[in-house]
């Protein structure tokens, strides 16, 4: 467990050492209107240096079919304890529909069929959790962005926000579910993807049915399950705890980059 952490604080205090370096000799990257809304914020600035030294696209690694785990852990929530989702699974998410909104011209709710007839990517890629394990899984779903291009997302837009079915027996209130939140970097990366089939069939309730979020350059707390709901955003302080996420709103950090 200590060891994932370790190896991470080492990664980021490299890269926060290089891009100081990078940012003395790159003014004209720095004029640019994004790079100064990121250098706003220095809890920002591993982020900076992912971006800068990682090209925006870099794809994580993908292995082949027969390095899949033979079992693949379930963590969190594995069962979510709402009525409302209970139904879903007891007819199958039959009616179930994932709304689309917020800072959008064009407002969304599909169904799963709907969602299965739309571009689909399948990508074999590892889960690491932050706890300390991993796992490698072979994911089938929507990009996230060819929803948000279906949607328009307006020009105030800057974080996607994915709202989940699941408390994690904390609260009992709707204010207290499973939250989590991307930036657009992110939100149009090729691999990010609402995935509805896990190692070729249909998500089970434990990873997440009906829809679960990979954005696999992050940690698994990223990857919402239980995904009922996604709006774009402007900022994240006047959601919930403020911090984008739910266990970001408990400590952990809002860039969860591997
Ligand atoms: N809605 C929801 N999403 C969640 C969680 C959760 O408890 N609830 N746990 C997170 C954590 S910490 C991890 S490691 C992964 C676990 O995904 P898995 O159950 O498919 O292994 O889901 C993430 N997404
Ligand atoms: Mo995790």
Not at 8 to 21: E, H, M, N
């Amino acid at each position: 467990m200590s060891g994932k952490i370790d190896r991470r604080g080492f990664l980021k205090r490299g890269l926060a050492i290089t891009s100081a370096a990078l940012l003395g000799g790159c003014e004209g990257l720095s004029d640019q209107p994004w790079v100064k809304r990121i250098l706003d914020s220095t809890e920002n600035l591993t982020l900076f240096s992912q971006r800068t030294l990682v090209s925006s696209s870099a794809l994580a690694r993908e292995y082949a079919e027969d390095e899949i785990s033979p079992k693949f852990r379930a963590n969190g929530s594995t069962n979510p304890d709402d009525s409302a989702y209970q139904a879903h699974v007891a007819n199958g998410f039959a009616d179930w529909t994932l709304t689309l909104g917020g800072l959008v011209e064009q407002p969304l709710a599909l169904s799963l069929a709907d969602l299965r007839k739309m571009p689909s990517r399948t990508q074999v890629t590892r889960h690491d959790c932050v706890e300390g394990w991993s796992c490698i899984g072979k994911w089938k779903g929507v990009p996230l962005k060819a929803l948000l291009e279906e949607a328009r997302l307006k020009p105030e837009a800057r974080y996607i926000v994915f709202y989940c079915a699941d408390d994690l027996g904390e609260t009992g209130t709707e204010a207290g579910k499973y939250y989590e939140s991307i930036g657009m970097v992110d939100a149009v990366h090729p691999q990010t993807i609402l995935a509805y089939e896990m190692n070729g069939e249909t998500l089970p309730v434990a990873h997440g049915a009906p829809l679960r979020l990979r954005v696999e350059r992050q940690l698994g707390y990223k990857m919402a399950k239980y995904v009922m709901a996604i709006e774009a955003v402007a900022g994240l302080a006047d959601l919930r705890g403020g911090r984008g996420g739910f266990w970001e709103d408990r400590g952990y950090e809002w860039y969860a980059g591997i």
